[in-house]
């Protein structure tokens, strides 16, 4: 059995020698440094990607879906969405009248690709869309400044538009939009209200819309020959399962859907955007993991060379020290403890550097370049214990051979080694 002694024995004569061989200690970890620095880099795009992604799925709203002609995940192929029936603006009020276990429902138009001017200020591909007042009751309604459209201005078909952050953003960087006049394809609207933040670095769409009353909407950009869709609100995520049955079972009554029958809508929720994640972290752990596999090999090579190097050179000390007694693990012991301080001495230049890389992105980079608003400054605790135990075993695995091959030596041999 391995007793305490010896373990404090062959850390002490592992830090030692690499106290001694600075400079090849430092080369040797140089693989580790860079194999751990893609493991937390990875790690630290991706915890910033979830949590932005999360973060916006909230402030659309995880319990709200929408009935839709389109599918937002793009899982049935174009001509097929293409040849759907529009769903009406009848089929959505009587849709909105039946529907009994849901929070609210109001109905949506869109005119996509429209026209902001703002005296010379033009802003050309946003999404205008028409909805009832009570749609500000739901978190994509959500306000930041001033206020949502009324009763009274959805009754009075009034010219009043909220903005969508990244249209207010653009129309207006001195942030004096309220109260301002501005025309949407020729239209005059007064600017009453500008709506949360929602999006991301990539969902940035989500904020490029303006909203009016649905009357206004249909008086502007006509009611023939057009689609609606129906926001829902189930209330809770724990109602969301109920309403959505619901929601396709009267859907399916109105559009006349015979049993067994596809349905010709679609039901639309945030969560439609998971699978566009899951590309991006697919991507981004494909190319880290490549990388960081290639660096943990160059590492792992590099430390056993230099482990190699160490024994030859201490040769003799290893034969006169199992000459007088040292056991094969006392030798052992030292090699292995001594790749896996070289493989951690990686690790916490990586922990720094990267720390660094974070803290900079985050704080000054981040004021050039918007794009990267959802990393952190700083890099996520649990990343660092992973990585230092990944280099604990890269540095086992890494001393192993070396160890095994000094702890066999035959001391008379190794006396004479010169």
């Not at 653009?170 to 942030?175: D, S």
């Not at 015979?258 to 439609?272: C, L, T, V």
């Not at 959802?374 to 280099?391: E, G, H, K, T, V």
């Amino acid at each position: 059995m391995i007793k305490i002694f010896e373990i404090r024995e062959a850390f002490k004569q592992a830090l030692d020698s690499i106290k001694v061989n600075r400079m090849r200690s430092f080369l040797a970890s140089l693989g580790v440094v860079i194999g751990i620095s893609f493991v937390l880099l990875m790690g630290w795009v991706l915890s910033g990607l979830d949590k932005a992604m999360s973060d916006s799925f909230k402030m659309m709203g995880v319990d709200v879906m929408y009935v839709d002609k389109h599918d937002w995940s793009g899982g049935k192929s174009w001509n097929e969405v293409r040849n759907r029936p529009n769903i009406t603006l009848q089929q959505a009020n009587k849709l909105i009248e039946s529907l009994q276990s849901v929070e609210l429902a109001v109905p949506v138009a869109r005119r996509w690709q429209a026209e902001i001017k703002y005296g010379p200020n033009k802003y050309q591909g946003i999404t205008a869309q028409g909805t009832y007042y009570q749609f500000g009751y739901t978190p994509g309604g959500s306000i930041e400044f001033g206020r949502f459209f009324s009763e009274n201005e959805d009754q009075y078909s009034s010219n009043v538009v909220c903005l969508g952050w990244k249209v207010y953003e653009t129309m207006f960087p001195k942030g004096d939009a309220i109260g301002k006049t501005i025309k949407i394809e020729g239209h005059n609207f007064l600017v009453i209200g500008v709506l949360k933040k929602q999006g991301t670095t990539f969902f940035d769409f989500i904020d490029n819309i303006v909203y009016m009353p649905l009357s206004t909407f249909l008086k502007t950009f006509g009611k023939f020959r057009r689609t609606f869709s129906i926001a829902v609100k189930a209330g809770s995520e724990e109602n969301l399962d109920n309403a959505r049955a619901e929601v396709e079972g009267k859907m399916r009554i109105i559009r006349n859907l015979q049993p067994g029958e596809e349905n010709d809508f679609s039901i639309n929720e945030s969560k439609a955007f998971e699978d566009q994640v899951k590309i991006i972290r697919t991507v981004v752990w494909s190319v880290g993991i490549g990388m960081t596999l290639l660096s943990f090999v160059v590492g792992i090579i590099g430390i056993i060379n230099v482990m190699f190097v160490s024994i030859f050179e201490r040769t003799r000390e290893i034969g006169i020290r199992k000459a007088l007694g040292a056991k094969k693990r006392t030798i052992l012991l030292q090699i292995v403890f001594e790749a896996m301080l070289l493989s951690l001495l990686g690790a916490i230049i990586s922990f720094f550097f990267t720390s660094f890389i974070a803290y900079i992105t985050g704080t000054i980079i981040i004021e050039y370049v918007p794009q990267v608003e959802f990393l952190s400054p700083f890099m996520p605790y649990d990343l660092l214990i992973i990585a230092s135990i990944i280099s604990i075993f890269v540095g086992i695995f890494a001393g192993l051979v070396p160890a095994i091959r000094a702890s066999n030596f035959d001391p008379v041999i190794a006396l004479r080694y010169e």
